[in-house]
């Protein structure tokens, strides 16, 4: 399978939500190495989070927290030939078919 992972809020605090989600890479690079994982990180993030590969870094742009996030995120994900997407920050796409 293909997972898709949200880590955008890595970039803005290591702490809550970013530490789950730092914790939660370190984890499945130890579980697994069959499914493909996309880490979604902060346009302005340069470094992968996770080395393994099975892992591959992209960046999405949408902003964290405004008005224009979910819509933004729907249009980036459709080109992202997904499984599933984990949103760690709880907020998914907009009218998304992708569970």
Same mark, same amino acid.
């Given at each position: 399978?293909?997972?898709?992972?949200?880590?955008?809020?890595?970039?803005?605090?290591?702490?809550?939500?970013?530490?789950?989600?730092?914790?939660?890479?370190?984890?499945?690079?130890?579980?697994?190495?069959?499914?493909?994982?996309?880490?979604? &990180?902060?346009?302005?993030?340069? /470094?992968? =989070?996770?080395?393994?590969?099975?892992?591959?870094?992209? %960046?999405?742009?949408? !902003?964290?927290?405004?008005?224009?996030? &979910?819509?933004?995120?729907?249009? /980036?994900? =459709?080109?992202?030939?997904?499984?599933?997407?984990?949103? %760690?920050?709880?907020? !998914?796409?907009?009218?998304?078919?992708?569970?």
């Amino acid at each position: 399978m293909r997972f898709g992972i949200d880590a955008r809020l890595t970039y803005h605090q290591r702490a809550g939500i970013g530490r789950y989600t730092l914790f939660l890479l370190d984890e499945l690079a130890k579980l697994d190495q069959e499914n493909r994982y996309t880490i979604f &990180q902060h346009r302005r993030d340069r /470094e992968a =989070l996770i080395s393994a590969p099975n892992f591959q870094r992209r %960046t999405l742009y949408a !902003p964290v927290h405004s008005k224009l996030e &979910q819509p933004l995120l729907m249009v /980036e994900l =459709l080109f992202q030939n997904l499984d599933l997407i984990h949103c %760690t920050d709880f907020i !998914p796409p907009l009218f998304s078919i992708l569970p």
